[in-house]
């Protein structure tokens, strides 16, 4: 004898969120994260794994209409969210080698290039849930 799975009521079946619903949650997320790591006052690995962690979740939560603002999303989530760093709390930007009285550009050029490796690793995994999702579409 065999069992079929329950199948969900599509009464409780909740539609994935869109793009711009998914980008703003990550927004939220980030400014969280931002708070939080800034705390102590510099950018420490909070500000790394939670930007990892947020830009491979934002692929896996969209509908597949979605995903090509997803994939775009990790460099533009990391310049702004360093550029609000810059604009509100300068003194957490310490990169070695970086001139004391750089201006608000420099700061954010000599961070953006100082958290390159998890700007990288945040891509990859985006686009590996994109490919992974992309894969597992039964729609293909």
Do not use: K
């Amino acid at each position: 004898m065999t069992q079929a799975a329950p199948r969900t009521p599509a009464r409780t079946a909740r539609p994935e969120p869109s793009a711009r619903g998914a980008i703003v949650f990550a927004c939220l997320a980030m400014a969280v994260i931002l708070g939080l790591d800034l705390w102590d006052g510099s950018l420490d690995l909070l500000y790394s794994v939670g930007f990892c962690l947020i830009v491979v979740t934002a692929p896996l939560s969209v509908d597949a209409r979605g995903l090509f603002a997803t994939g775009v999303l990790p460099p533009l989530l990391m310049v702004l969210s360093l550029f609000a760093v810059c604009l509100f709390n300068s003194s957490a930007i310490q990169v070695s080698g970086m001139d004391p009285g750089a201006g608000t550009v420099a700061r954010l050029i000599a961070a953006t290039i100082d958290h390159g490796w998890t700007l990288a690793i945040g891509e990859a995994l985006a686009l590996a849930a994109i490919g992974l999702r992309v894969l597992g579409d039964p729609a293909r």
